[in-house]
């Protein structure tokens, strides 16, 4: 069974770039065909869906987050790893990573209920 457990800071100042990673075992990040997410949830409000990098290393990314967003992996520690440049208060939020797999190759899901496997979160706070 595939586990996610997010690892990074908890406090951010704001501009400053923001690094999680998450670190995937019981399978492989580059097994077909996962697809392998992070998505936030800022308090009082809904989850976001911020991006994607699948188990060819192909990269999505929401439209809203695109020109701060990138997602990198290292296969050989089976992480993937958020950054989020020039963060802001309203970038406070519990982060989630999160997989999907499927038998055949799919479109990425960009809703956050279309994830079955999730990490438990981890807090990050944007503030001086």
């Known amino acids: 069974q595939v586990q996610l457990q997010e690892s990074g800071p908890g406090l951010v100042k704001p501009s400053q770039t923001l690094s999680l990673t998450c670190t995937v075992s019981g399978g492989s990040i580059t097994t077909n065909y996962y697809y392998w997410s992070w998505i936030r949830q800022p308090p009082g409000k809904g989850l976001e869906w911020m991006g994607a990098?699948?188990?060819?290393?192909?990269?999505y990314y929401s439209p809203s987050l695109k020109s701060r967003t990138s997602i990198s992996r290292d296969t050989s520690k089976n992480q993937f790893t958020l950054h989020l440049s020039s963060v802001r208060p309203e970038d406070t939020a519990v982060y989630y990573c999160a997989s999907d797999y499927s038998r055949y190759p799919k479109p990425i899901a960009t809703t956050p209920g279309e994830y079955d496997i999730w990490g438990q979160g981890t807090q990050v706070t944007v503030s001086s």
């Open positions: 990098i699948t188990y060819s290393g192909s990269t």
